[in-house]
């Protein structure tokens, strides 16, 4: 149901009960705001979204408001730039000022902010006599409390997106700061490496840890292990045309950039997908594949009774780093947090020599080598499909995987389907249609693919123990790992997804690896 509201005597529709600053922003007004969170509910901290209402005697906070009544607001008014202008004042009074090394530099809310609104000068400067330690005991995640302004909004990632529970509130007033599981390192906490927190964080107060900023690279002696939502990410910040043909381009990116060896981590998501349910015919109940280590994680911690379930086989990005030699260094690409703190936890103390970099670690890479976007832009062809060519995007949204392995279970065993439109809706639809059933040999098989981890508690508390033969895939950030927490900042282009089986990336779905499936070796658990 619609209602209207008029914003600065503009008429508008909007649907009924929606929180006015997500209506105003979607309606495109440019509301400052620190603490906002679509979906999630307000934390009325920043204070900046302040608008006038007809009918209320004082500005009142955009995030506070719901649209029950049609509303008369008015967005910036010379009453509500001062207001503002104020309190980034008072903010920026406690605010520790290290712009030049600063992480969020290329893409700070309060910077710009103050600069939009002409906080030309620090009036309200306060001398911090208590400046606090930095927490670096985490090898992907740190964080810098001074630069804290208590947004909230690692609490809510945390603890409703995520449900991970590592950052809460503490004190009030002067003394009011975020501390992480009662106030012990974060290398203490139960944390899951998302690096949602680090992205979301307006001030890099918490800031995920980069490791080639100092370190040489030789491309040519250098293994090359990527993602395809990195990839994708990477492409789509050089040029938008690119992400057609997001995997091709990247090869030849890589081979103007002097790689040799490059290992495509997509082929073996789909690879692994493909050997858990040839695994699944010789079961008598559900595997869950560990694709996504942060769900893993997340099933491990909250549901210990179903480590038994899990795939015995090797994840993907461990079966990677076997088909590499072992004397050669060896560059991830990826847009997850967590395949960092996996690669200290497992292999800091072998042979292999490895680097992890997620998007923006890459680009500071190519930067600071001299390159430009524009330059690589103009090298690179306009890139067309070719035949034969391993096109694969395992891992890119959460259910193009499953799409995948559907799409040769049906191929290989010829097995007629009810509603063929079903394949698609597997991808386009919405919670309940992520599931798919068929009968192969007298079984009865279902493949469910599951997004965000508030899907798989639910999943996990209410369906899991309906289901018998099933390939559970579980992946803990929004859509897939496009939306890792290692992704590109916004405020580079973003390329729209479409849902759909005619997106020309799902038109470059390939056959699954055979060499990658016979190698044995590759998909052994260590102990």
């Excluded at 030849?252 to 695994?279: H, M, P, S, T, V």
């Excluded at 590499?324 to 260094?329: A, M």
Aim: hydrophobic share 35%; glycine share 4%.
């Amino acid at each position: 149901m619609k209602i209207n509201i008029t914003v600065n005597n503009q008429k508008y529709k909007v649907d009924l009960g929606e929180n006015l600053l997500n209506a105003l922003l979607s309606l495109g007004y440019d509301i400052p705001h620190l603490c906002y969170l679509e979906n999630y509910s307000p934390n009325y901290a920043c204070r900046l979204c302040m608008v006038e209402i007809d009918g209320f005697n004082n500005p009142i906070q955009a995030c506070t408001v719901d649209v029950n009544t049609p509303l008369q607001v008015y967005t910036h008014t010379p009453k509500l730039i001062n207001i503002r202008k104020n309190i980034l004042e008072l903010i920026l009074s406690q605010h520790s000022l290290e712009c030049n090394t600063c992480p969020k530099a290329i893409n700070c809310s309060l910077l710009n902010y103050a600069y939009q609104y002409g906080v030309n000068e620090i009036i309200w400067r306060h001398v911090i006599t208590d400046s606090k330690e930095k927490d670096i005991s985490s090898p992907v995640i740190a964080k810098n409390i001074n630069k804290c302004i208590s947004c909230g909004i690692c609490v809510k990632i945390c603890n409703e997106m995520m449900h991970c529970n590592v950052f809460n509130h503490a004190f009030i007033g002067t003394k009011k700061t975020i501390i992480s599981s009662l106030d012990k390192p974060i290398n203490l906490s139960n944390c899951y490496y998302c690096g949602q927190c680090s992205y979301h964080c307006p001030t890099s107060a918490l800031y995920e840890k980069s490791y080639i900023d100092n370190v040489e690279i030789d491309p040519q002696n250098t293994t090359l292990i990527f993602d395809s939502a990195a990839v994708y990410n990477l492409m789509s910040q050089i040029n938008s045309n690119f992400t057609k043909n997001p995997i091709l381009s990247f090869n030849y990116l890589c081979q103007f950039l002097g790689f040799k060896k490059l290992i495509n981590l997509g082929e073996l998501i789909d690879a692994k997908l493909y050997l858990d349910f040839q695994l699944l015919k010789d079961r008598k109940h559900p595997i869950i594949s560990n694709l996504c280590p942060v769900s893993i994680e997340y099933i491990k911690q909250k549901y210990p009774e179903l480590i038994e379930f899990i795939s015995p086989l090797a994840s993907p990005m461990q079966a990677a780093i076997r088909l590499t030699n072992k004397s050669n260094p060896i560059l991830i690409l990826t847009n997850c947090s967590a395949y960092k703190n996996d690669i200290f936890q497992n292999y800091s103390n072998t042979e292999h020599k490895i680097y992890v970099a997620n998007v923006r670690d890459f680009l500071k890479y190519l930067l600071r080598n001299g390159y430009t976007l524009e330059q690589l832009k103009n090298l690179i062809p306009n890139i067309k499909a070719k035949k034969n060519y391993s096109y694969s995007i395992g891992g890119l949204y959460a259910d193009i995987s499953m799409y995948n392995l559907l799409k040769l279970i049906l191929d290989e065993t010829n097995i007629q389907i009810d509603k063929p439109s079903k394949i698609n809706s597997f991808l386009t639809g919405k919670n309940e249609n992520k599931k798919y059933n068929f009968r192969l040999k007298n079984k009865n098989y279902s493949l469910i693919s599951i997004n965000t981890i508030s899907e798989i508690a639910n999943f996990f508390d209410h369906e899991f123990l309906k289901t018998n033969l099933a390939l559970i895939g579980c992946w803990s950030c929004a859509n897939g790992c496009i939306n890792g927490g290692g992704k590109t900042f916004e405020i580079f282009k973003t390329t729209n997804k479409s849902l759909s089986s005619r997106n020309p990336l799902l038109t470059q779905i390939y056959n699954i690896n055979e060499d990658l499936i016979i190698q044995e070796k590759l998909w052994k658990q260590e102990n």
